[in-house]
């Protein structure tokens, strides 16, 4: 059986994937060129998908041939250019300009990164400043391009740690052949670097022992033939027969523990597998027999340690992007959640929005439509990204469906009917919406929201008027409530997580801390000034908000 691997391209000289910075806007990203041909279109399966109409589905491919690496145009409609020339089939150079159809919005940059060294001795200079004496022998610099590998705390440059091993283990073992093969999220083995003894990069695995590999990765030990011509049961290894190989090498590539007793052996140790080393040559190796079995196996060793912190850092490197792309999120979040406050004869609204982390799902929002001036405050269950997209959505909604004019109780009816036939009960959300006349007519309705607050001079009420939040049930029914607001009324509204605001001791801001700092205070600002000092710099555990309108009085007649 011979396992499927991807072909995995090397730069011709220092054994690094070639890469493109693609551009979208203002964001970016790096895309490891880590196949050949490797595709880009339309199409949901190409390696490289830009969804943009004037890219064609089957757009365009970049291979790795003889004297480099070409980009080749599939017939695309709107054309694939390089450098802003328009091309059918053209070499890449280092720095190049990619372009897809879309030239106005999305191109990619060829190869951007820095060459690193393809030696050893280069290697170590760069990165911890070695000298290795030219007299060293093979053994000496391994030993010492080990010891600063391991101190590089870096996941870019694991391919040219694994080609400069392979380089030092052929010369060491006389062997022609050297290839790293890492299993995948799925356990199957891929190929991740592969190198001759004239120091040149293979992509192709389809002339090895892939029946050795196999053996080596399935009982988690090496497989060790130094003379095959003279092996009874290499007869039974159709790859071995037909390729002519005399010496074949592997060795699992195991996470490090620590052996159970001194007896056992390295042949017998214990750890999860990752990968395989694999080395391969038309001639019986009468150096392995000596130095060279020992040399590999640590260098399989120590190749595991590598891969192992190279992971991490890369594990480290993708979180590191995750958080620069929620911080993106949270900036057009915060852009979409602007709120414009409108200016109206007879009211005035203000208020703001503390979100416990980089995004939240409370938003509010004030529209001034012809039957007054609406208000809405809402919160969406749970945190984080799904909370937020969300709430992006509801305000999209609740902001369209005001501007059209419609009654408060027919958004909210339209609201939950698409929470509950999208969701199916999986996220709702609790809000309250008002909207108040010119003559001081307050319509407001409460979706499981808390109670909002009417200030009238030192006095606070707590209109009452409940329903059910909006998404968790299809066919709820809604009603709304009113009231009648003077010259200098409050109507103040809070997200659950102004009462449920902790001090260090634990406990809750509350209802009752809410009332009398509305009562006490003439703003918005200062309920929001109580909550800090109440809780004396101890974190929100949930997004904060408070929103207040001011009742001013009735216009003037003209």
């Not at 694939?80 to 990619?108: H, I, M």
């Not at 004030?366 to 208000?375: D, H, R």
Request: aromatic share 6%; charged share 25%.
């Amino acid at each position: 059986m011979v396992l499927n691997s991807i072909v995995t391209p090397q730069s011709s000289g220092s054994g690094v994937f070639p890469a493109l910075v693609l551009v979208q806007g203002n964001e970016q990203k790096n895309v490891v060129l880590n196949r050949t041909p490797f595709s880009v279109g339309r199409k949901v399966d190409k390696d490289l998908v830009i969804a943009d109409p004037r890219v064609s589905r089957d757009h365009a491919y970049i291979a790795l041939e003889a004297d480099g690496f070409y980009i080749v145009d599939q017939g695309s409609k709107h054309g694939t250019f390089v450098n802003g020339e328009r091309v059918e089939r053209q070499k890449l150079e280092r720095n190049d300009r990619l372009e897809f159809g879309a030239r106005d919005s999305t191109y990619a940059i060829f190869n951007p990164a820095h060459a690193t060294s393809n030696t050893a001795r280069e290697f170590l200079s760069q990165i911890s400043g070695i000298q290795i004496s030219q007299e060293a022998n093979d053994l000496e610099k391994l030993t010492l391009f080990l010891e600063a590998a391991r101190k590089l705390n870096t996941a870019g440059v694991l391919d040219e740690i694994l080609m400069t091993m392979l380089d030092v283990t052929l010369r060491l073992t006389r062997a022609e052949r050297g290839y790293v093969f890492l299993k995948d999220d799925e356990g199957n083995l891929r190929l991740a670097a592969g190198r001759n003894n004239k120091s040149e990069a293979l992509l192709d695995d389809k002339t090895i022992s892939h029946s050795a590999l196999e053996e080596s990765l399935r009982s988690n030990k090496e497989f060790l033939l130094t003379d095959t011509g003279s092996s009874m049961d290499a007869a039974a290894r159709q790859s071995i027969v037909a390729y002519d190989l005399r010496t074949v090498v592997c060795i699992p590539l195991r996470k490090r523990q620590v052996q159970a007793s001194r007896e056992q052996t390295p042949a017998h140790a214990s750890g999860e597998v990752m990968g395989v080393l694999y080395i391969d040559s038309r001639f019986a190796s009468r150096e392995f027999s000596g130095v060279g079995h020992d040399v590999v196996r640590a260098i399989a060793t120590e190749a595991a340690s590598l891969i192992e912190n190279a992971r991490l850092v890369q594990a480290e490197e993708e979180s590191r992007r995750y958080q620069q792309e929620l911080t993106i999120a949270a900036s057009i979040q915060q852009r979409l959640m602007q709120v414009k406050i409108p200016e109206v004869p007879f009211a005035k609204v203000g208020g703001r929005n503390l979100p416990c982390r980089d995004i939240g799902g409370d938003f509010f929002d004030a529209v001034n439509t012809k039957e007054g001036l609406a208000v809405v405050l809402a919160d969406v269950s749970g945190k984080g990204v799904s909370a937020a997209l969300l709430a992006s959505t509801l305000q999209g909604m609740i902001y369209s469906h005001l501007t059209a004019g419609m009654p408060l109780l027919d958004v909210v009816t339209a609201v939950n009917r698409f929470f509950s036939e999208k969701l199916m009960g999986e996220k709702y959300a609790t809000l309250l919406l008002a909207r108040l006349r010119r003559d001081g007519e307050l319509e407001y309705v409460n979706c499981g929201h808390v109670q909002p607050l009417l200030v009238c001079g030192k006095e606070v009420i707590r209109p009452a008027n409940g329903n059910v939040p909006v998404g968790l049930l299809a066919d709820a029914s809604y009603e709304s409530a009113t009231c009648q607001l003077n010259s200098g009324d409050r109507f103040i509204l809070v997200t659950d997580g102004v009462t449920e605001a902790e001090n260090a001791m634990g406990d809750f801001f509350e209802d009752s801390r809410l009332e009398a700092a509305a009562a006490k205070t003439p703003t918005w600002q200062g309920i929001l000034s109580a909550v800090s000092e109440f809780c004396a710099g101890n974190p929100l555990s949930d997004d904060c908000t408070v929103v207040e309108l001011l009742y001013t009085s009735p216009p003037a007649e003209a």
